[in-house]
């Protein structure tokens, strides 16, 4: 039965597009649009390999999908790490990746902690 109407592609069109030769490997940055169009990052790493058992020059993908609520951690990682490749010196590390704005609308709150009561049911729940 024939579908009404005109019909979605299968893969959507890329919004922006990028490539970026380094060698034998290119690195294509595509934005991408989800169906509520929401924008999304893929980052292709591309190298082109000769496959000897037939003769002829294939290319291996490696994608990887980078959601824009990811990005700063992203940015964050991969600027620590050229960092540390090129002065060798380690970042300090944020407290448990938490952001400046995040940390500020954490709201303050008193727990109460008493250590004294641990392993007290084990020792009930053995015998």
Do not use: C, W
């Amino acid at each position: 039965m024939p579908m009404e109407g005109p019909e979605k592609p299968q893969h959507r069109e890329d919004i922006f597009s990028r490539a970026v030769r380094a060698g034998k490997r290119t690195y294509f940055f595509d934005v991408k649009a989800t169906r509520n169009d929401q924008y999304y990052l893929t980052i292709t790493e591309s190298k082109r390999r000769f496959q000897n058992e037939d003769g002829k020059f294939i290319y291996e993908k490696h994608k990887i999908f980078l959601y824009k609520e990811d990005f700063e951690k992203f940015v964050k990682g991969l600027d620590a790490a050229i960092r540390f490749i090129e002065t060798g010196d380690i970042p300090e590390e944020k407290e448990a990746d938490a952001t400046e704005e995040q940390v500020k609308t954490i709201p303050e709150a008193k727990i109460d902690l008493s250590f004294d009561d641990l392993g007290k049911d084990e020792a009930h729940t053995s015998e």
